[in-house]
């Protein structure tokens, strides 16, 4: 009997040593990142049966150490960490944009306006030469805004290229601790019948948790407790003890944009399409840069793009000081297409622009495809989602036209899966400089000049008169004199071979509209406010004229003081030239500022939100996995007990064994 007591007390006090040493090893760890609470699984030690009493107790023994905690808990917050990692990261890089564009000193606007103030100025002294020197000096500052803008974008870019090689470098090195932990667990636990070598699986657990902060990733548990990890797709990085490799590549598509690939067995690094990458470090950083930062570079091109346009078709329709046909005030971009680098026809994609006031905000993927040995083009508008993107467009061949860009083949043949990554805008921003250095080749002027005959006797008066760009393909090289026949109530003298087009004074078309191609001596009906359009020259009469009343214009020879072309420059501020009609510069720069600063908003909101929601979870994961300190104070206070009390037990055996002893001898 007493051996009996003597061992089941043994039992306890070493039952007691392993609670107590457990939860000496909770409160060890109780700041460790990633541990779970272990408890000691007790259970009652088979009985000794009695041939008097039956079976009686053995004692106690330890089962097992468990830690605790939820695979599903864990999972619910590596996925929440995912995406608030995910949100504040695109946040941390909109915010340096946001602050960029917003800034009212050093943003765009205060620039566009200093240029057509300067522009007015020349409009009210066209003789001036400071005013004039003045408008090319507020359109280099803004050129060099552009520029300098497009250089912070430019930089942002880079930043990200270097951002995305450091989490790859990372998540390589996640990977490759949780393939060796994956060995680890099996050979201990193989090692020691079964039992789980708990620490080792919170350190697994841990990094799998910091990877999740890098990208998003989906967890499968094997039979054998193995972790096998998988990105994107579906894409392994881990299998067992097996982990896979990733790769910071330059794009196939776009050599200045760092892309994640995947390397194979064969060593090969296989892009892995950005769309399918989200959550963590590493889809924020690629999902700002695809939807907002070229989006951004873009609008701001096309800003530069439509300024250029917009103001070099003006300039050229006007005259400078030396009575020359302006030329162009501003460089202007061409598209870009960049073939990929894994293409296998030989085609060539050129671009150029067909209406710079359709042009959008998009890059453009064109895809080669086949149908029934049929080679046809897909559009397709970037950036594409996870399943892909269906497209804007198809064309049987090339040239084709889209959103104000003309796509021609340039030289080569296609090959079905062939692509071509067209950025319309991306450097208009970029290349935008002032060409006009001389004062005197502002054209300020327009070169043509009108005037009634001292003779006539009527009211009528013929306006300044305008041309548009028709009219530089024959400018005037004498006075056309119109006269009016009371007769018959119609104007000659119009250039042989000239189409007239006569526009009311309400807008309308003239019914007779369009004459010509006149004949020599041929008469187009008059009409008190009417529009005459011939040759690339508008003229307006209004009035009642006299019988001989001539009206004339002329090329100006004289067009030192004029200052009518720099007032229709003036224009051009309030003039909606961009997104099909609908916005002025102003509006497409606010359009930009306000966009990117509704998106900084959404991300400061969805990130508090989700930050909240990790909270929340992490709060419910630790109450299960959690070390609490009171608890385990309580707890060690419990098993000392036990262990003094088992301790008192086999005193207790200890001393009847004594006993039995004197007794016998």
Same mark, same amino acid.
């Given at each position: 009997?007493?051996?009996?007591?003597?061992?089941?007390?043994?039992?306890?006090?070493?039952?007691?040593?392993?609670?107590?040493?457990?939860?000496?090893?909770?409160?060890?760890?109780?700041?460790?990142?990633?541990?779970?609470?272990?408890?000691?699984?007790?259970?009652?030690?088979?009985?000794?049966?009695?041939?008097?009493?039956?079976?009686?107790?053995?004692?106690?023994?330890?089962?097992?150490?468990?830690?605790?905690?939820?695979?599903?808990?864990?999972?619910?917050?590596?996925?929440?960490?995912?995406?608030?990692?995910?949100?504040?990261?695109?946040?941390?890089?909109?915010?340096?944009?946001?602050?960029?564009?917003?800034?009212?000193?050093?943003?765009?606007?205060?620039?566009?306006?200093?240029?057509?103030?300067?522009?007015?100025?020349?409009?009210?002294?066209?003789?001036?030469?400071?005013?004039?020197?003045?408008?090319?000096?507020?359109?280099?500052?803004?050129?060099?805004?552009?520029?300098?803008?497009?250089?912070?974008?430019?930089?942002?870019?880079?930043?990200?290229?270097?951002?995305?090689?450091?989490?790859?470098?990372?998540?390589?090195?996640?990977?490759?601790?949780?393939?060796?932990?994956?060995?680890?667990?099996?050979?201990?636990?193989?090692?020691?019948?079964?039992?789980?070598?708990?620490?080792?699986?919170?350190?697994?657990?841990?990094?799998?948790?910091?990877?999740?902060?890098?990208?998003?990733?989906?967890?499968?548990?094997?039979?054998?407790?193995?972790?096998?990890?998988?990105?994107?797709?579906?894409?392994?990085?881990?299998?067992?003890?097996?982990?896979?490799?990733?790769?910071?590549?330059?794009?196939?598509?776009?050599?200045?944009?760092?892309?994640?690939?995947?390397?194979?067995?064969?060593?090969?690094?296989?892009?892995?399409?950005?769309?399918?990458?989200?959550?963590?470090?590493?889809?924020?950083?690629?999902?700002?840069?695809?939807?907002?930062?070229?989006?951004?570079?873009?609008?701001?091109?096309?800003?530069?793009?439509?300024?250029?346009?917009?103001?070099?078709?003006?300039?050229?329709?006007?005259?400078?000081?030396?009575?020359?046909?302006?030329?162009?005030?501003?460089?202007?971009?061409?598209?870009?297409?960049?073939?990929?680098?894994?293409?296998?026809?030989?085609?060539?994609?050129?671009?150029?622009?067909?209406?710079?006031?359709?042009?959008?905000?998009?890059?453009?993927?064109?895809?080669?495809?086949?149908?029934?040995?049929?080679?046809?083009?897909?559009?397709?508008?970037?950036?594409?989602?996870?399943?892909?993107?269906?497209?804007?467009?198809?064309?049987?061949?090339?040239?084709?036209?889209?959103?104000?860009?003309?796509?021609?083949?340039?030289? !080569?043949? /296609?090959?079905? #899966? %062939?692509? $071509?990554?067209?950025? +319309?805008?991306?450097? &208009?921003?970029? =290349?935008?400089?002032?060409?006009?250095?001389?004062?005197?080749?502002?054209?300020?002027?327009?070169?043509?000049?009108?005037?009634?005959?001292?003779?006539?006797?009527?009211?009528?008066?013929?306006?300044?008169?305008?041309?548009?760009?028709?009219?530089?393909?024959?400018?005037?090289?004498?006075?056309?004199?119109?006269?009016?026949?009371?007769?018959?109530?119609?104007?000659?003298?119009?250039?042989?071979?000239?189409?007239?087009?006569?526009?009311?004074?309400?807008?309308?078309?003239?019914?007779?509209?369009?004459?010509?191609?006149?004949?020599?001596?041929?008469?187009?009906?008059?009409?008190?406010?009417?529009?005459?359009?011939?040759?690339?020259?508008?003229?307006?009469?209004? !009035?009642? /004229?006299?019988? #001989? %009343?001539? $009206?004339?214009?002329? +090329?100006?020879?004289? &067009?030192?003081? =004029?200052?009518?072309?720099?007032?229709?420059?003036?224009?051009?501020?309030?003039?909606?030239?961009?997104?099909?009609?609908?916005?002025?510069?102003?509006?497409?720069?606010?359009?930009?500022?306000?966009?990117?600063?509704?998106?900084?908003?959404?991300?400061?909101?969805?990130?508090?939100?989700?930050?909240?929601?990790?909270?929340?979870?992490?709060?419910?994961?630790?109450?299960?996995?959690?070390?609490?300190?009171?608890?385990?104070?309580?707890?060690?206070?419990?098993?000392?007990?036990?262990?003094?009390?088992?301790?008192?037990?086999?005193?207790?055996?200890?001393?009847?064994?004594?006993?039995?002893?004197?007794?016998?001898?």
């Amino acid at each position: 009997m007493s051996s009996s007591l003597f061992f089941t007390g043994l039992s306890g006090l070493r039952s007691a040593q392993v609670a107590l040493v457990t939860t000496g090893h909770n409160t060890a760890n109780v700041n460790t990142p990633g541990y779970s609470r272990q408890s000691a699984s007790l259970t009652a030690a088979d009985g000794v049966q009695s041939p008097s009493v039956g079976f009686i107790g053995g004692g106690v023994k330890v089962v097992d150490v468990t830690r605790s905690q939820d695979a599903y808990l864990n999972a619910q917050l590596n996925q929440a960490q995912s995406l608030s990692q995910s949100l504040n990261t695109s946040l941390n890089q909109i915010s340096q944009l946001d602050n960029l564009l917003a800034n009212p000193q050093n943003g765009l606007g205060p620039r566009l306006q200093t240029l057509f103030t300067q522009v007015q100025a020349v409009a009210n002294t066209p003789a001036d030469p400071a005013a004039r020197q003045q408008l090319i000096s507020s359109g280099q500052a803004l050129a060099s805004q552009f520029r300098s803008m497009d250089e912070y974008l430019t930089g942002l870019g880079t930043g990200i290229n270097a951002q995305v090689s450091g989490v790859v470098d990372q998540v390589n090195a996640y990977a490759a601790q949780i393939a060796s932990l994956n060995q680890q667990v099996t050979m201990l636990g193989s090692a020691n019948g079964g039992q789980a070598p708990n620490d080792l699986l919170d350190q697994r657990d841990q990094l799998v948790s910091e990877l999740g902060k890098l990208v998003a990733t989906r967890l499968v548990v094997q039979d054998a407790g193995q972790y096998n990890v998988f990105i994107g797709n579906g894409q392994s990085l881990v299998l067992g003890n097996k982990a896979s490799q990733l790769a910071a590549v330059p794009s196939g598509a776009d050599p200045s944009r760092t892309s994640v690939a995947l390397v194979n067995a064969a060593g090969l690094a296989v892009e892995v399409q950005e769309g399918t990458l989200s959550g963590g470090t590493l889809g924020g950083l690629l999902s700002f840069r695809s939807q907002t930062l070229a989006p951004a570079q873009n609008a701001l091109g096309r800003l530069a793009i439509g300024l250029a346009q917009a103001f070099n078709e003006q300039q050229r329709l006007g005259q400078d000081l030396t009575g020359a046909a302006g030329t162009d005030f501003f460089t202007q971009a061409e598209p870009q297409v960049l073939s990929h680098a894994r293409n296998a026809g030989t085609l060539q994609v050129g671009a150029s622009f067909s209406d710079t006031g359709a042009l959008g905000t998009s890059d453009f993927k064109l895809q080669v495809r086949e149908s029934a040995g049929v080679l046809s083009y897909a559009l397709i508008r970037l950036p594409e989602s996870a399943q892909g993107s269906a497209p804007v467009a198809t064309f049987a061949s090339l040239p084709a036209d889209f959103e104000g860009v003309r796509l021609s083949a340039v030289s !080569g043949t /296609p090959a079905a #899966g %062939d692509s $071509f990554l067209i950025q +319309p805008t991306r450097q &208009g921003a970029r =290349d935008l400089q002032v060409l006009v250095t001389d004062p005197a080749r502002v054209a300020a002027a327009v070169p043509i000049a009108t005037s009634n005959a001292s003779g006539n006797l009527g009211t009528a008066r013929v306006g300044v008169g305008s041309v548009d760009a028709a009219y530089l393909a024959a400018p005037l090289s004498a006075p056309v004199n119109l006269r009016f026949d009371s007769a018959t109530g119609q104007l000659t003298g119009f250039p042989a071979g000239a189409t007239v087009e006569v526009t009311r004074a309400d807008g309308s078309a003239h019914p007779g509209s369009p004459f010509g191609p006149l004949a020599a001596g041929s008469a187009v009906d008059y009409e008190s406010g009417a529009t005459y359009r011939f040759g690339g020259i508008s003229l307006r009469i209004t !009035g009642a /004229p006299s019988d #001989g %009343d001539v $009206f004339s214009v002329a +090329p100006n020879t004289g &067009g030192v003081s =004029d200052g009518r072309n720099a007032l229709l420059l003036g224009t051009l501020q309030n003039a909606k030239t961009l997104g099909g009609g609908t916005a002025s510069f102003n509006d497409a720069y606010s359009q930009l500022v306000s966009s990117v600063g509704n998106q900084t908003r959404q991300l400061q909101i969805a990130g508090a939100a989700q930050d909240s929601l990790s909270a929340q979870i992490r709060a419910v994961q630790q109450s299960v996995s959690g070390v609490n300190q009171d608890e385990e104070t309580a707890n060690l206070l419990m098993f000392q007990q036990m262990y003094q009390a088992n301790a008192k037990v086999i005193q207790t055996a200890a001393t009847l064994f004594d006993t039995l002893l004197g007794i016998r001898g």
